[in-house]
């Protein structure tokens, strides 16, 4: 079965930089997703990525998939407190439209004032 | 206002008693989800759904048991055979997959056994 495998595991970063999150699946990817997590809530969906080479944007992140639809990364530019939290991508489990939605390992990031 | 609930937020079991919660959606989505999330960790799939009186083992599926008579609701049994069940647990729910649409959450359910 598929596999989501997200990296760094955490990370901490002055407000003010930028950073880079990735996510590789052990096989290629049908539908990418990325949501935000607070802790103890629920999760707040980012955005999804389809194509091969996609890349979209929403305030100050941007997300990416590869050309091979394997790998996406998601970039936060100019980091804030509020940015802060659990970063999760997420695919079909099933390698296609089974419906089995699984995740990542998860992303924790702590922006620093 | 269309959404997810989960109920109770918050959860106290003693070992040895099963427990239900609860995860209701009024988005009229064909399929749900169960997971679970321990701290510092991403989320594992414990069972789902497409359809009504039809669910799948997920991942980590032992222990657990759910059931779909109704489309809107998809409760989780957690059982006595749940071997290490304090967790935070979050239902989800979305259209079929091949219409790649994003699932949406509820707030999550902390189970914690006393």
């Known amino acids: 079965s598929q596999e989501l495998e997200q990296s760094p595991q955490s990370l901490i970063v002055q407000e003010g930089k930028n950073l880079t999150i990735n996510c590789t699946s052990s096989k290629t990817l049908y539908g990418l997703y990325w949501y935000k997590q607070k802790y103890g809530e629920g999760l707040i969906f980012l955005m999804m990525?389809?194509?091969?080479?996609e890349e979209k944007s929403h305030e100050k992140i941007t997300a990416k998939l590869d050309e091979k639809k394997q790998q996406s990364s998601l970039h936060i530019t100019a980091s804030q407190p509020s940015h802060a939290g659990i970063y999760l991508c997420g695919a079909d489990g099933g390698g296609g439209a089974t419906n089995k939605l699984i995740f990542g390992t998860g992303t924790l990031l702590a922006v620093q004032p | 206002d269309g959404g997810i609930t989960q109920s109770p937020k918050y959860l106290f079991r003693k070992e040895g008693q099963n427990v239900t919660l609860s995860c209701e959606q009024n988005l009229n989505h064909d399929a749900m989800y169960w997971y679970r999330q321990d701290p510092g960790q991403g989320l594992r799939l414990i069972y789902y759904?497409?359809?009504?009186?039809?669910?799948q083992k997920g991942d980590i599926a032992e222990g657990y048991s759910v059931s779909r008579e109704k489309k809107e609701s998809f409760p989780l049994t957690v059982t006595s055979a749940q071997k290490n069940p304090t967790a935070f647990y979050l239902c989800?729910?979305?259209?079929?997959?091949?219409?790649?649409?994003?699932?949406?959450f509820g707030q999550g359910t902390r189970l914690t056994v006393v």
């Open positions: 989800a729910s979305s259209t079929l997959r091949a219409q790649n649409t994003e699932a949406f």
């Open positions: 990525l389809q194509k091969g080479g």
């Open positions: 759904s497409q359809i009504v009186n039809d669910f």
